[in-house]
């Protein structure tokens, strides 16, 4: 089982930038993610990462954006969100992927979220 623990959400106006981090406990992960959710929403992958490649994976709104990136002790991530809009206000998850065999290839193979931290960007 993984506990994941997110933090650094706040409010910012379009333009700033703000930084997520997730910690995770318990078994390892494969992959590392972040979601996002709106009310009246489905919840929705943003940016995911696996040992198995260097870069990031991420969702046509946030690209050249939004960068996720690997923290220097096991099992943290970061979300870093420069340039940000409006539209990118909400609730953000941290999320794990237990099988990197699944993860690696779509943000619906996550298996586990964090508790959620919100975000908003005034105009």
């Known amino acids: 089982h993984v506990q994941l623990v997110e933090s650094g959400g706040g409010s910012v106006q379009a333009g700033g930038s703000l930084r997520l981090s997730c910690v995770a406990y318990?078994?390892?992960?494969?992959?590392m993610g972040w979601f996002r959710q709106v009310p009246g929403k489905e919840r929705e992958g943003v940016a995911r990462?696996?040992?198995?490649?260097?870069?990031?994976v991420y969702a046509d709104s946030v690209k050249g954006r939004f960068t996720i990136v690997r923290g220097q002790s096991p099992g943290t991530w970061y979300l870093q969100m420069n340039s940000l809009r409006p539209e990118d206000t909400g609730t953000y998850f941290c999320?794990?992927?237990?099988?990197?065999?699944?993860?690696?290839?779509?943000?619906?193979?996550?298996?586990?979220y964090g508790q959620g931290t919100q975000v908003t960007v005034s105009s």
């Open positions: 999320a794990a992927g237990a099988k990197v065999s699944w993860c690696a290839r779509d943000f619906v193979y996550f298996d586990y």
């Open positions: 318990g078994s390892p992960v494969g992959c």
């Open positions: 990462l696996d040992d198995s490649h260097i870069n990031g």
